[in-house]
């Protein structure tokens, strides 16, 4: 490919983290084929391309494409000026040509054709996909194209890569089917319906979808609940949601005495989108089947034939994968969170006092983890305040979670000591008792004094600071009572330290994830915090800790986030 200016040693550089990912995803296309970056220095390639090029992949990765294999017909460097690829790279357009040359490791010249096209990594990251053929594999007895079918060969491969990359870079089930009806649609048709089974084998139509103009529109009143899927019916639907086949099907298919009531449903689907020509595909999984994808024209010209229906059953099987995928993945948040939700306790109602809870699971991992919040009353009328982190963000952490904070109410209700005398107790306990390697905690005590003011006391076992913002908005961190993370087993003193909280003020307590992004000191999250909270200060107590989570978590975060605040009376 083409970057931008020319670079020594072909703007070589290291082999990207994700490559053995893209280098399985283009081992699913059966020609030559590779991946570029933005500067068009490739990230991946196939085994066809070592075979097509007889170059290594050492030798490829990393460099520029352009400068690497472009030349002319008489095997001289191609001037980036007269590279019709390098136009097509820099526009951001699908682009083709049936001549080309490439040269191969051993010098030799290589006639070639090559399609190239967009190609969406997921996230930020863009990238171009290149497929070439050698022009001596295109005689005729090479695989011929068929005239009837949707898309040339090189199209055809590069929209099922697309495929794979973009329904399997997501495990959102309604991003997933998003992409797939922008990949079809209007590439292929100009209408998608996808009708799915749900876990209790309910029929639902989640999508239809067409293309006028330029904007995709959604017909709510054509989606919803559906019959049920006869065992019997031979219609072409019917067929696809048991899994049986692919079909084509018109107007016409359902026109005679339904016998079923999906049939009745899709007589309704055609009469209301003026789809003449269709063509359905099961979506299916390797444990089961998932639904169906209906491909349907209305304002294109022309039917769907049978040589189209490999591309479209070959969509459908990999939608199938990334839903099940998907869905699986939902499944297992679902019942991560609910156990969360158990796990982490409700805030007991005390006189006088305002205070929120939050919790944000770590967005890539099971939806549990091991940072908690607690608040619950003494029996000498005082309200202890907790919030830590137990190291990791799963289900063991989770479960050394649950031990350390069930540990620590058992020890603050007997002892009746101060905060730091309970924590050296639990960390002792931590030590003998559980399979926590380390955690960090916050443990405060909470009173009203006989004048009417809030007493604060507090120890720090390596938790960042607890946050007093006051009514006017000066923000301050409470950098006292500091000592060492539970679980080290130095057994070294802890202290306590207290503060009067100023009428009106707002007590922060939250975990590292709140504060902490790579390439980012902690000062800066710290910061950070300060300055977004000082600015709230005046918000309601909900509306100014959701702000503060929106403002202050990093966009890169990789943690869950525990967050406790509340808010002592202003004076009457």
């Known amino acids: ?113 090559w399609l190239i096209t967009p190609f969406d990594l997921g996230g930020h990251e863009h990238s171009t996909l290149v497929l070439f053929q050698p022009r001596h594999l295109r005689g005729p007895d090479s695989c011929p194209q068929s005239a009837t079918t949707l898309l040339p060969e090189l199209e055809r491969l590069a929209l099922l890569a697309a495929t794979t990359t973009q329904l399997t870079s997501t495990l959102d089930v309604e991003e997933a089917l998003r992409r797939l009806v922008a990949l079809v649609v209007p590439r292929l048709a100009d209408w998608a319906i996808i009708d799915l089974i749900t876990e209790r084998d309910e029929v639902w139509r989640t999508v239809v979808a067409e293309m006028d103009g330029e904007d995709l529109v959604h017909h709510e009143e054509l989606q919803g609940p559906m019959p049920p899927v006869p065992g019997e019916s031979p219609m072409p639907l019917s067929r696809a949601l048991r899994g049986v086949a692919s079909a084509l099907a018109g107007p016409q298919t359902y026109q005679g005495p339904p016998d079923s009531g999906i049939a009745v449903e899709q007589r309704r689907l055609f009469d209301a989108t003026g789809i003449h020509s269709a063509a359905i595909a099961p979506i299916r999984s390797t444990r089961a089947v998932l639904g169906a994808l209906t491909l349907g024209r209305a304002k294109q010209p022309g039917d769907f034939g049978t040589p189209d229906l490999p591309l479209i059953e070959d969509i459908a099987r990999r939608a199938g994968l990334a839903l099940d995928n998907a869905r699986l993945y939902q499944r297992q948040r679902k019942v991560a969170e609910t156990m969360q939700n158990h796990l982490l306790p409700q805030m007991p109602r005390v006189p006088g006092l305002q205070m929120t809870v939050r919790y944000l699971p770590a967005p890539d991992a099971s939806q549990v983890g091991g940072d908690w919040y607690d608040a619950f009353s003494l029996g000498d009328g005082a309200t202890a305040l907790a919030i830590g982190d137990v190291v990791g963000h799963d289900l063991e952490a989770a479960a050394g979670m649950a ?10 209700w007997a002892l009746k000591q101060p905060p730091s005398q309970i924590v050296e107790r639990l960390d002792e306990a931590v030590l003998h008792i559980t399979d926590v390697a380390m955690a960090t905690m916050i443990l405060a005590r909470l009173e009203e004094t006989h004048d009417d003011q809030w007493k604060l006391s507090w120890t720090n076992a390596g938790h960042p600071p607890p946050l007093l913002i006051s009514h006017d908005g000066l923000a301050d961190y ?52 300060r300055q977004h909270a000082a600015a709230l200060a005046h918000r309601p107590l909900a509306s100014f800790t959701d702000q503060l989570l929106r403002r202050v978590r990093p966009l890169a975060n990789d943690d869950d986030v525990a967050l406790l605040a509340l808010r002592v009376p202003t004076r009457t």
């Open 478 to 529: 409470l950098t006292e009572g500091h000592g060492i993370l539970l679980g080290t087993g130095s057994h070294k003193p802890r202290t306590d330290a207290s503060a009067l909280l100023p009428p009106g003020s707002t007590l922060l307590l939250y975990t590292d994830g709140l504060i902490e992004e790579p390439g980012h000191t902690l000062d800066e999250g710290l910061h950070r915090l």
């Open 1 to 113: 490919m083409e970057g931008p200016e020319h670079t020594g040693n072909h703007g070589k550089r290291p082999l990207a983290p994700h490559a053995a990912g893209l280098t399985e995803t283009l081992e699913a296309i059966g020609t030559g084929a590779y991946l570029v970056d933005e500067q068009g220095r490739i990230l991946a390639v196939n085994s066809r391309t070592e075979q097509f090029l007889d170059r290594p992949t050492e030798d490829l990765f990393g460099h520029d494409a352009h400068d690497l294999l472009h030349r002319d017909a008489h095997g001289h460097p191609l001037p980036r000026t007269q590279c019709r690829m390098r136009q097509a790279f820099h526009a951001g357009r699908t682009a083709q040509a049936d001549e080309d040359y490439f040269v191969r490791g051993d010098g030799a010249l290589l006639p070639i054709s």
């Open 403 to 412: 031990q350390v904070r069930n540990m620590l109410r058992a020890y603050a």
